[in-house]
């Protein structure tokens, strides 16, 4: 079974590797893994690190080591990536007056769906490969 620091350094890897103009990133950016707040906001647990993050005036989306996770007006909503079935991101590509910020569907295994922001454009990147990169290493184990 993979460390929550060897999942984290692996998908940060990942993500370095195709992102583009990070520091253009405006809602986004890769989470410090030392960042008590962070931690402390979204109630992770012991060793869980946290790998990405989108912050907007409406909500906080955490991508951590073992799930997803989004903080919304004192509402949390959290879904573990063991219980991730499928992931719809959106096709902004080409696409006019495409808005900074849209969603991200989630279904887990139940077949609920859940919403998550995410920042389009080239900051999408980095949060489709922090997802896809876990999740694939979680089916690896």
């Known amino acids: 079974m993979k460390t929550d620091k060897l999942i984290r ?3 940060i890897a990942s993500i370095n590797r195709k992102a583009m ?3 253009s990133w405006n809602h986004s950016r890769i989470a ?3 960042d008590k707040e962070l931690i402390e906001k979204f109630e992770l647990s012991e060793n869980e690190l946290p790998v990405f993050e989108i912050k907007s005036e409406l909500a906080h989306t955490l991508i951590s080591t073992r799930q997803i996770l989004e903080r919304n007006k004192e509402k949390v909503q959290r879904l573990n990536f063991e219980f991730l079935d499928g992931v719809v991101y959106g096709n902004f590509k080409g ?6 910020l849209s969603i991200f569907r989630v279904v887990d295994i139940h077949g609920d769906e859940l919403d998550f ?21 979680k089916a690896d184990d």
């Open 9 to 11: 350094n692996i998908t």
């Open 21 to 23: 103009d990070i520091d």
């Open 32 to 34: 410090d893994e030392n």
């Open 95 to 100: 696409r006019p007056n495409k808005p900074e």
């Open 117 to 137: 922001q995410m920042e389009t454009g080239k900051a999408s990147i980095g949060l489709i490969y922090s997802v896809n990169t876990i999740r694939k290493l």
